[in-house]
């Protein structure tokens, strides 16, 4: 005992007779001392001490100790009666879980241990310190939440945090805030217990008060962010919206210590990632914008001392630079006022540009997401992004080997390959490379061909969003780089996201008449089996839909639907379809049998003789009946392209006009429906029946039909029992308007009852073509022809 009091006074505080006594190899007599219950309790303890003593020295001396073996020895000692030996073995194994890599493992390994540290928890000041800091740094996983939940550990914690020893209650708040993070069950199992009749929340909540340290204040709030964040309080509740969001916010702020500032950034860019409302508000407490850029513009770096008494070198430039990033994300992830205020801080665009070449990969991710967040505006990739070529570090990045970098990048990779982005366009830059010619092609392919879930996603979008409106060339490059092979296994993945956007993908490959002629030539055995592998499957409406779609499209090439007509048991699930419970699968059956029987085009009496045999003509008149008015208007619109083809019935459809109240005009194409949709030279015509005289000529300043313009060359009045309309001119309709002329002979399609031309759709309701957004609400760009 004599000598083991003298070990422990040489080596405490001095690193130097540490590493001698280690190098002597003292450890493992320091062990077996510990660990034979022969040996008097005392001599017991003090080995622990000493033990305990070691592991406070530098990092080489705790990755000694738990190289040899004493971690599992230590927790064995638990087991004694002894409260002092088991506190001094409770103070090393709490150094050494506070190393850089604490050995969590050992917890688990044993199912007796968590419960055994949950039950002398309540033991001692000591124990209730050394344990929770245990917990704390012990917890990494789901299943480690789960097994410390499933043991009883909140429970546990629930009363320290009413203690009235700082040291106890800092674990504790630490020991929570893991706990909770990312974990639903464990956020409202912990929301819903209560201590002294007080839920953990309104524990919580105490401790945000200002006569806390800042250190006390920061973790609470961090434990409240995470429990919002897991389901367990609602945002808009009083204890985030008025507590807990106005501390983070603090945090930030400039009588606050760097580390604070960094962890309350973080911590609220984290809270308010997936809420508009918390984002609104947080944009217009105390000036948080102006000083997050306040962040970007810190260049010292100092030192602080470890926990290991080593002196480590902090860039707090780099760590508040990606902390700033991080936060301004959040903020500009749904708004648009927020995204411009936030582009209008000084210099930011250069900062981003710089921070996306840093040699930190924290300050690249963090530069990566802003970017990310700021390209989901339209605007600000028409203006700023054009005076900043920030695809060219971007796509530097793609090559890191990063995971969460990886992600990010190539989620704002998506949005820049959007038409009206300037890394799409040639020649927006003297002397710059587009994406494309960086290589994004080959890129994208890798990203779809990964296993990771969110890459293939990120990989299939952004190649559906660089086909859209390409020309030849590079469609044919996409083709050749993914491989029909590839595509087959995209169409058959688990996630129907992926489906739909390799889908949407095979949409804007065959979007337009020369194109469609020119791909089908080449791939038309392929894609058919595609398009035939998709609707024989058990897929999702939707995805049936734009399968659907497809093969309008390839119905509206002037060779490419022979691929169609020749191939009768697609015809037949087209005529399935037609009769299908589901609207929107009835209206592109019913499109795509349109375009293949247009009357002015060559061999379309031949097509529609073979369809009236296969019974498609029974079929359309059986939908005169349909009582969803796009259907019905589609009906009749076909009826009036195959002009001498089929008769679905035009008496049947003016009787049906006529049931109307006297004096109501009643357009189908009217209901509701359709807004501004513009003749279609030469095929596209929007025809509308009604009780009423009008005389399209002449009518140019009633009240629903304004600044309809006059055309002279192709004016015609056309009359169907009685009703006198002009056709050719009719240009105002009920839901999409300002849509230009398709000069293509693209059809108008019909998409959730929505009357649509996707040659020129750029600003429609449900589809606009905005950048992708990653979190929650997605609006994505789809292909012109649907």
């Known amino acids: 005992i004599t000598v083991n009091r003298q070990m422990k006074n040489c080596v405490i505080g001095n690193n130097r007779q540490k590493t001698l006594l280690i190098d002597q190899g003292v450890i493992p007599r320091l062990l077996q001392w510990v660990i034979d219950d022969d040996v008097s309790i005392e001599l017991r303890t003090e080995a622990a001490i000493i033990l305990g003593s070691l592991a406070k020295g530098t990092e080489d001396h705790a990755n000694s ?113 893991v706990l909770c993070y990312k974990n639903e069950t464990v956020s409202k199992t912990t929301a819903t217990a209560t201590y002294n009749g007080e839920a953990i929340p309104t524990l919580l909540v105490k401790l945000l008060a200002r006569d806390k340290t800042s250190e006390m204040q920061m973790a609470a709030a961090k434990c409240l962010t995470y429990l919002c964040r897991g389901g367990a309080l609602p945002p808009r509740s009083n204890i985030i919206l008025m507590k807990t969001l106005p501390t983070l916010i603090r945090m930030c702020k400039k009588d606050r210590t760097l580390g604070e500032n960094v962890e309350g950034a973080e911590t609220l860019a984290y809270l308010i990632e997936e809420d508009a409302e ?62 411009k205020r936030i582009i209008e801080t000084e210099n930011l665009m250069e900062h981003i540009v710089t921070a996306l070449s840093s040699t930190d990969i924290k300050v690249q991710v963090g530069a990566a997401r802003c970017l990310h967040s700021l390209s989901r505006s339209v605007q600000q990739l028409r203006t700023t992004f054009h005076d900043h070529a920030v695809w ?33 366009e040639v020649g927006i830059q003297p002397r710059q490379k587009t994406i494309l010619e960086l290589g994004a092609i080959s890129i994208l392919v890798k990203l779809a061909c990964k296993t990771e879930v969110s890459m293939r ?136 049998i349109s375009n293949l029987v247009w009357n002015e085009e060559e061999g379309a009496y031949n097509r529609q003789s073979k369809l009236r045999e296969l019974g498609v003509q029974k079929l359309l008149q059986q939908l005169l009946s349909a ?65 009423a005289h009008i005389n399209f000529d002449t009518f140019a300043t009633t009240t629903k039909y304004q600044n309809t313009p006059k055309d002279k060359p192709r004016q015609q009045n056309r009359h169907i029992n009685h009703v006198h309309i002009n056709f050719d001119t009719f240009a105002t309709t009920a839901k999409c308007h300002n849509t230009l002329k398709d000069k293509t002979r693209q059809q108008t399609r019909y998409i959730n009852h929505a009357h649509i031309n996707f040659d020129t759709y750029a600003t429609t309701t449900k589809y606009q073509n905005t950048p992708k957004d990653k979190t929650g609400q997605q609006n994505r760009q789809l292909s012109k022809n649907y």
């Not at 890191?400 to 990779?413: D, F, G, P, Y």
């Not at 807004?675 to 009780?691: E, F, G, V």
């Open 392 to 424: 060219k570090p971007l796509m530097n990045l793609m090559s890191k080997e990063s995971e969460e970098l990886l992600a990010v990048t190539s989620s704002t990779l998506c949005n820049l390959l959007l038409e009206f982005s300037p890394g799409k």
């Open 65 to 177: 100790l738990i190289e040899s073996g004493c971690v599992s020895v230590l927790l064995k000692g638990l087991l004694n009666s002894s409260l002092p030996f088991v506190e001094a073995c409770l103070r090393c194994l709490r150094t050494l879980f506070l190393s850089p890599s604490p050995p969590e493992e050992h917890i688990y390994q044993d199912a007796t241990i968590v419960p055994h540290l949950i039950n002398i928890i309540s033991k001692s000041i000591c124990t209730q310190e050394c344990i929770t800091t245990i917990f704390a740094n012990c917890c990494k996983t789901t299943d480690d939440q789960n097994t410390l939940c499933g043991n009883g550990a909140i429970a546990a914690l629930a009363p320290l945090l009413n203690s009235p020893t700082y040291k106890v209650q800092m674990p504790t708040l630490k020991c929570f805030a």
């Open 457 to 592: 996603l990120n990989g299939i979008w952004g190649l559906m969003n660089m086909a859209f409106q390409a020309d030849i060339n590079v469609k044919t490059q996409i083709i050749e780089a993914i491989g029909t092979e590839q595509l087959f296994k995209l169409l058959s993945d688990s996630n129907p996201l992926i489906v739909m956007k390799t889908l949407g993908l095979i949409r804007n490959l065959l979007s337009s008449k020369q194109h469609i002629d020119q791909l089908m030539k080449i791939y038309g055995t392929q894609i058919m089996q595609a398009v035939v592998f998709i609707l024989e499957g058990d897929h999702m409406v939707e995805i049936k839909e734009q399968t659907l779609c497809i093969l309008t499209n390839v119905a509206d090439g002037d060779e490419a639907k022979g691929f169609i007509m020749e191939n009768e048991d697609v015809l037949k699930k087209l005529m399935t379809y037609m009769v299908h419970t589901d609207v929107k699968l009835q209206i592109s059956a019913t499109s795509c």
């Open 278 to 339: 918390l984002q609104q508000v947080a944009s217009i407490s105390d000036h948080i914008i102006k000083t997050l850029a306040d962040y970007l513009r810190y260049t010292d770096v100092q030192q602080i001392n470890s926990r290991l008494s080593q002196r480590k070198v902090v860039n707090w430039s780099n760590e508040l630079k990606q902390a700033a990033f991080r936060a301004f994300a959040s903020l500009g992830a749904n708004d648009e006022e927020i995204r």
């Open 627 to 691: 009582s969803d008015p796009v259907l019905f208007d589609k009906v009749y619109m076909y009826d009036k392209k195959v002009s001498q083809g089929f008769d679905v019935g035009i008496e049947e459809i003016v009787m049906k006009m006529l049931q109307v109240d006297a004096g109501e005009i009643y357009f189908i194409v009217l209901s509701e429906c359709i807004k501004n949709t513009p003749k279609d030279k030469p095929r596209q015509q929007n025809r509308h029946i009604n009780h």
